[in-house]
C-alpha cells in the first residue's frame, strides 16, 4: 500500500464472503488516485459486487487477482445491504459504481489532465464513447481499444505496447468480469499505468450501447432487475442463480458469528 496513504489516511475495511472490501467515497477514490500519480507509484483498485464475490469463492485466480489490490470499492447496493445484515459499518456512500462515478472521474482527470486509457467493449464502441466524453470535458485526454482481440497472440503484446506508448495515469480495462481481472492478473508487470481500474460496461454505458438503469433504481438497490429485464439472455445466472450459492456463504458466516459471540 502506498506509504503516503497510510501515513494520511485510515481506510476501513469490510470482511463478506470470505473477501474484503474498502468503505471508499468517490471523493476518497479521488483522493487516493491523487496520491497514486502524484507519488507515481502503480497500483490496482478493483471493485466487489455479488457476482465478483461468487467468482472469488469459486476460483483461485480470481483470488490471486485481489490480492494485486491494495483497494477495493463496493460496487452493488446489494453488498451494502449483505455487509449492514452482517453487521458491518457500510453505507450508501461506500457504493460507487462506474454508471454514478465515470463522468467524475473524467472530469476529475480532465482538471488534473491526467492522461486516461480505456480498454474494452466491441470496436467502435470505445472512441464512440471518448467522443462523448471529451465533448463534455474538453480538455480530457484518452486513448481507447476494444476489447475484442486474442490475448494469447501477438495483438495483445501489440495493445500493450500501444498503452504503454501513451503512458497512461489511469488505465480502465473493461472487458467483462473475470476476463478483465485475469487480463491485469497476467499483463500486470508489463503495463505502464498509475492506476488500473477494473471498469466493466462503463463506456458501453456512456456510447449508449447498454440502457442505464434509472438512478432511482440504484439507489433502492434494484439496478440489478433492470439489467434483467433489459438484458435477460446474458444476465439470468448472474442474477437468478448466483445468489443462492452466495445465500449458503451468508448463512454459514452468519451462524460462525453467532457461535463466536455465545
Keep these: 500500500m502506498n506509504s503516503l496513504i497510510k501515513q494520511n489516511e485510515h ?28 507519488n507515481n507509484s502503480k497500483r490496482v483498485i478493483p471493485n ?3 457476482h465478483s464475490l461468487y467468482i472469488f469463492n469459486k476460483e483461485k485466480r480470481m483470488k490471486d487477482f485481489y490480492r494485486l489490490a491494495d483497494f477495493v470499492h463496493i460496487d452493488g447496493m ?13 453505507n450508501r456512500e461506500h457504493r460507487v459504481t462506474y454508471v454514478d462515478w465515470i463522468k467524475p472521474l473524467m472530469n476529475e482527470a480532465a482538471k488534473n489532465e491526467y492522461r486516461v486509457f480505456f480498454i474494452g467493449s466491441k470496436k467502435g464502441v470505445p472512441d464512440k464513447a471518448a467522443d462523448i466524453l471529451k465533448r463534455e ?14 490475448i494469447n497472440s501477438q495483438e495483445n503484446t501489440d495493445v500493450i505496447q500501444k498503452i504503454n506508448n501513451f503512458q497512461p495515469h489511469i488505465l480502465m480495462v473493461g472487458m467483462g468480469m473475470p476476463r478483465q481481472e485475469y487480463w491485469i492478473l497476467d499483463n500486470f508487470k508489463y503495463l505502464s499505468a498509475n492506476v488500473i481500474l477494473t471498469a466493466g460496461a462503463c463506456m458501453d454505458y456512456v456510447a449508449g450501447e447498454v440502457p442505464t438503469p434509472p438512478r432511482w433504481m440504484g439507489k433502492l438497490g434494484l439496478e440489478w432487475l433492470y439489467r434483467l429485464l433489459s438484458e435477460p439472455n446474458r444476465m439470468w445466472k448472474r442474477y437468478l442463480v448466483e445468489p443462492w450459492y452466495l445465500l449458503r456463504l451468508f448463512l454459514r458466516e452468519i451462524l460462525n458469528t453467532n457461535r463466536k459471540k455465545s
Excluded at 78 to 90: A, Q, Y
Design 48 to 50: 466487489h459486487n455479488l
Design 11 to 38: 481506510i476501513e475495511t469490510a470482511e463478506v464472503l470470505g473477501a474484503s472490501v474498502s468503505l471508499l467515497t468517490i471523493d476518497k477514490l479521488h483522493e487516493m488516485i491523487r496520491v497514486i500519480i502524484s
Design 137 to 150: 470535458y474538453p480538455n480530457l485526454q484518452i486513448e481507447t481499444h476494444h476489447g475484442y482481440f486474442d
Design 78 to 90: 446489494s453488498l451494502v445491504l449483505l455487509c449492514k445484515l452482517l453487521g458491518k459499518p457500510v
